[in-house]
């Protein structure tokens, strides 16, 4: 059973990915891409402004301030290269870290508090779970495999919910998450509420996870 930050008696994994404390996010981004394989792309950034955090996006009320994509043409600006990536991240130091999704993995949001419920129900049925972030904004993003957009509508119906009915969002292609340690603005950063460790490198199916995903929104309704 892998690390949780949710307080649980887990057994740590050693080897985790990243070991990030004390990295820049420089070699934090060359690690996702070197050791997981995962594209990455730098977003914005924070800048002090009157002593204040601002977007690098010079959005007064930019909802994600340093937190979200740079520039239009990001889909291509990614790359799962980890030289280019220490290249990209050497011009500015302080950029986000963001990972698109529809590639390697897609991603499946919802409510802080219907995802720790969630994860507690997995556990108990003893799934094989992904990597899974908490953000600032307080959601929590699974990873699964490619492909969950297409099929995430027909696998709520099959359980009696619409996806109309539940805050469950799918990230698929043209998507992208924050990775840690992004930081939103003075909200605080990115958290892994599951890190990547070698014991799963292999992603699930989105269908493994919707049944306690989708029970669990359904609570928090």
Not at 54 to 63: E, I
Not at 170 to 178: D, K, N, P, R
Request: charged fraction near 20%.
């Amino acid at each position: 059973m892998e690390e949780t930050i949710a307080g649980a008696q887990n057994t740590q994994i050693s080897g985790q990915i990243p070991q990030q404390r004390g990295e820049s996010l420089l070699e934090t981004a060359v690690r996702y891409a070197e050791e997981r394989h995962w594209d990455v792309f730098p977003g914005t950034w924070l800048e002090a402004v009157d002593g204040v955090q601002r977007c690098s996006c010079d959005d007064a009320t930019c909802p994600a301030p340093g937190a979200h994509p740079a520039r239009p043409d990001w889909a291509t600006q990614a790359t799962g290269s980890a030289t280019v990536a220490r290249r990209m991240w050497q011009k500015q130091p302080t950029a986000s870290i963001l990972l698109p999704t529809g590639r390697t993995f897609d991603a499946l949001s919802v409510p802080e508090s219907a995802g720790f419920l969630a994860l507690a129900r997995m556990e108990r049925m003893e799934l094989t779970l992904g990597p899974v972030t908490l953000t600032p904004d307080r959601r929590m993003q699974f990873f699964v495999l490619p492909g969950a957009s297409a099929k995430m509508a027909d696998l709520v119906r099959k359980l009696g919910w619409s996806m109309s009915s539940l805050d469950l969002v799918t990230l698929g292609e043209g998507g992208y998450v924050a990775a840690p340690p992004t930081r939103f603005g003075s909200r605080g950063a990115v958290q892994w509420a599951r890190r990547p460790t070698p014991a799963n490198r292999w992603l699930p199916d989105a269908e493994e996870l919707i049944s306690p995903l989708a029970y669990a929104c359904g609570r928090d309704r």
